[in-house]
Every structure is written in C-alpha cells, then in structure tokens.
C-alpha cells in the first residue's frame, strides 16, 4: 500500500500572504517557488509531486518544508543574511510601517479615520517598492500586527482625553477644591452638618446644565414581560418630539437638588434659576455657585440681574475643560442611568413632568456629595477667590 503524504498546517492568514507572494512580480522566483511549496504541501501533495509540479529538485522541496517548520512561513521564504541565522525585517522597514501606522489614513487619500489591519497592509505592499523596501511589497498582516505589538502601537483606537487649554487650569482646580475642603469641616465624622455660624452664612451650591435632553415616543405600546418576553419588548420605530434642557443645583450642605426645565437655554433661564435661588435662601445669606465658564453665566442679562441683588450671590468658576470637578455632574450621571436611558413619553410636556418627578424622589432621600481627591493637599486657612459679579471682557 501506498504512503499518505503529510500536511503542513496554515491559518487563513498564511495562505492569504503565500498566494500574494506567488502572484507577486517584483520578489525573486526562488521565493515563489517556495511560497508554492508551502502551498502544495498544506493541501496534502507529496514530495516528488510538489517536485515535478514546480519543476525542481526534491531535495529543494524537503529544504523549504524542513526550515518552514523549523521558524514558519518568512523563515521557509528567504534567505538569512548570514549563516544560522532567521530572515528578519530590518528596523529601518519596522520604522518606516510604524510611520504609516501612525498617520491617519484620511491624510493619506482614504475616507477612513483610523485604520484596520487589512488597510495598513494593503497601503504598505501598494507603497514599499516605491519606499525602497520591495520585501514588504507582500509582508502579511499578521507580521504587519507583530510589528505593530512590539512597538505597542494600536492605530486602529481612539483613545479620548481632555485638553488643558487654560492657562489657569491649576490655580482655578486648586480654589475649587479648597471651596470642597472648607465645606468638608463643616460636617462632623459621622457625616452630620455642623451649625452654621450666624453672622456670616454661605449656602453652597454645585451648578450646571443638561441641554438637548429629548422627548422620544414609541409608535406602539412596549411589550411587558411575561411569558413570551423575558424583557421589555420595544418596537424599533420612534417620534422625536422636541428637547428640553434642565438647569440644577446640588446644595452641597443638604444634599437637596433644585432643579429647572425649560425648553430654551439661554441667559434669561440662568437668571431665572437664580430668582429662584433668592426666593429659596433666606435674605442676608450668601449664595456661592460652583459653575463653569459658559457665555449665559457671564451675559449682559446676567450681570444687570445681579446688579438688583447686590452681594448676594458669589461665584466660583471652574478652569475650561474642568466640568468633571463639578460635583452635580455625577448627579446628572447618576439621573441618565435611573431615569433618562430608554425613557419614552407620550408628549414634552410629558417628559418635563417627569423630570420634576425624578428630583422629587430624590430629595426625599437627599444625598450629600462630597469630595476627596487631593483634599490632603488643601490648606482650608486659605482664601477663596470669589467673583460677586462674574468679570466680562472689555472689548
């Protein structure tokens, strides 16, 4: 009986890179030849078949096939350099992948904005030869993924920070944390607020908006679960019904969140929010807002309003691109969770209804928000800077 020839295993990768190579016209036809053996041999041919089929020695074939097993497929194709030693991608054609990888594709003619591993590879074997690297003309993706490992390049993620673009950034982080620190004191150790002072009382509020908050309705009924359904069952199709945008105050001494909804946002919403500030707090108290620097905050409108409450209200401005030291954004995030994901209303109106129901709840149970990262580092003697009239640049 005859002997079954022996199979050598490749992944879809492999194959791929090794019927490029033998289709390819700028390598040397030595290498070919090789990348056919290869080929051959994973579909099972035997050594004097592969032989006669390519037109060359059997010793050449059991060559190709024994330094393929020995160190794979780039091993099997070209020659080492030197005696004993494996073929290896110069660190010049390394460095020159890793430029490529490291530009956007949409600079390079592409519509992509980052790049998969098919792209980069096909950018690289279309642009080698005119590089002067005519190896990498048919290198693999797999190897074009090695390269990219070894110099811990991710080309194809997008990973998000937050740029520091005031030149105030540290002095303004540092005054808003030492308003957190002084207001750290003023709770015992086991979380209870201490009286206040009688001849000066400051009310402490953190301040921000919500814009575009949207009114969705379905266009039927949900489907609740039950026997067929194991969740909420929802029809694709929905109405866009118009937004709102929710102006809120986190009381940072009661934990109390006061809240606004209109259907505009703009400066007369803002100074509305403040009316209803001074209605809330005693007069001859002082109101100190944590906010951001958005243009309503700082408005002609704005400043006139406070020209009628003088001293009564006083800010304290978070540097540009620092909303995250604002302690109500992890209200607002904790509201998207409970209430606003999925949320579907039958009107607007509806929508504002809920939105006032949801604070409701919440301050039945008030949560007091506290701050602690780099407290340690805050002299609480120091002295806040605050604004009583937000500044406006003279033009």
Wanted: with cysteine; aromatic share 8%.
């Amino acid at each position: 009986m005859g002997r079954t020839a022996t199979k050598i295993t490749l992944t879809a990768d492999d194959r791929n890179y090794l019927e490029t190579q033998t289709r390819a016209r700028t390598i040397q036809a030595q290498t070919v030849a090789r990348a056919k053996i290869l080929l051959l041999k994973a579909d099972g041919e035997s050594t004097d078949s592969i032989a006669n089929k390519i037109g060359i020695n059997r010793k050449s074939v059991l060559l190709c096939i024994r330094k393929f097993k020995d160190g794979g497929i780039e091993n099997a194709l070209f020659d080492a350099p030197g005696r004993g030693r494996n073929p290896e991608i110069t660190d010049d054609e390394k460095a020159w992948i890793t430029s490529i990888a490291c530009q956007k594709p949409v600079d390079l003619g592409y519509s992509a904005e980052t790049w998969t591993r098919a792209l980069l590879t096909k950018h690289i074997n279309k642009n080698a030869e005119t590089a002067g690297h005519i190896r990498l003309s048919t290198i693999s993706q797999s190897k074009v993924r090695d390269i990219l490992e070894e110099a811990n390049i991710k080309p194809n993620k997008i990973k998000y920070y937050c740029e520091r673009r005031d030149p105030d950034f540290d002095e303004k982080m540092h005054n808003v944390l030492l308003v957190y620190k002084q207001l750290s004191l003023q709770f015992d150790e086991n979380g209870n607020l201490l009286p206040l002072a009688d001849e000066e009382i400051v009310h402490v509020l953190s301040y921000d908006e919500k814009p575009g908050i949207q009114a969705i309705a379905t266009t039927s009924d949900d489907l609740l679960p039950g026997d067929k359904h194991r969740t909420i069952s929802r029809d694709y199709e929905y109405r866009r019904l118009g937004t709102l945008s929710l102006l809120a105050g986190i009381d940072l001494q009661t934990g109390e969140a006061i809240p606004l909804v209109r259907k505009t946002h703009n400066s007369r919403d803002y100074v509305d929010f403040l009316k209803k500030l001074d209605e809330k707090y005693p007069k001859g108290d002082k109101i100190r807002l944590v906010l951001d620097n958005l243009k309503v905050h700082t408005s002609e409108e704005t400043r006139n309003y406070l020209a009628t409450v003088p001293k009564r209200f006083e800010f304290v401005f978070t540097p540009k691109h620092g909303s995250w030291l604002n302690l109500v954004e992890g209200f607002f995030s904790k509201m998207t969770r409970q209430m606003l994901r999925g949320i579907r209303v039958k009107s607007i109106e509806d929508l504002e209804s809920r939105i006032y129901k949801y604070f409701e709840e919440a301050n039945q149970e008030p949560v007091v928000y506290h701050w602690k990262y780099k407290l340690e580092e805050i002299d609480p003697e120091e002295e806040i800077q605050v604004e009583s009239l937000p500044l406006i640049k003279s033009s």
